[in-house]
């Protein structure tokens, strides 16, 4: 299984993103997929998940601002990132985790930086 991020970048703060990750290699459906995040000196932490079957569930920074979302057909997850805020710099990563197998696949990790 592999996955492959893209969408981070330079924001301004108040500013958008759409981060993206494809899987390839095994069947998406199968797979629940998630963001999470990490910061200099911090711990990685779960930014959104959806479920198979499109259930959601978000981190508390940023409930009301992101949204996760995903396409079976396309083999991708989106976070749609709005409002951001310069505490939302971070390396993020897509993680996929096969609900038969228990598998968990990481991304490569795409940064985000929030600063004018």
């Known amino acids: 299984v592999q996955l492959v991020e893209s969408g981070g970048g330079l924001v301004q703060p108040g500013g958008s993103l759409r981060l993206s990750c494809a899987l390839s290699?095994?069947?998406?459906?199968?797979?629940?997929m998630a963001w999470y995040r990490q910061a200099p000196g911090k711990e990685r932490e779960l930014v959104a998940r959806?479920?198979?079957?499109?259930?959601?569930n978000y981190g508390d920074p940023v409930k009301g601002r992101f949204t996760i979302s995903r396409d079976n057909a396309k083999n991708t997850v989106t976070l749609q990132m709005n409002s951001l805020k310069p505490e939302d710099t971070a390396v993020y990563y897509c993680?996929?985790?096969?609900?038969?197998?228990?598998?968990?696949?990481w991304g490569q990790g795409t940064q985000v930086t929030v600063a004018s």
């Open positions: 290699g095994s069947i998406f459906s199968v797979h629940a």
């Open positions: 993680n996929a985790q096969n609900v038969v197998t228990r598998d968990v696949c």
């Open positions: 959806i479920t198979t079957s499109g259930r959601t």
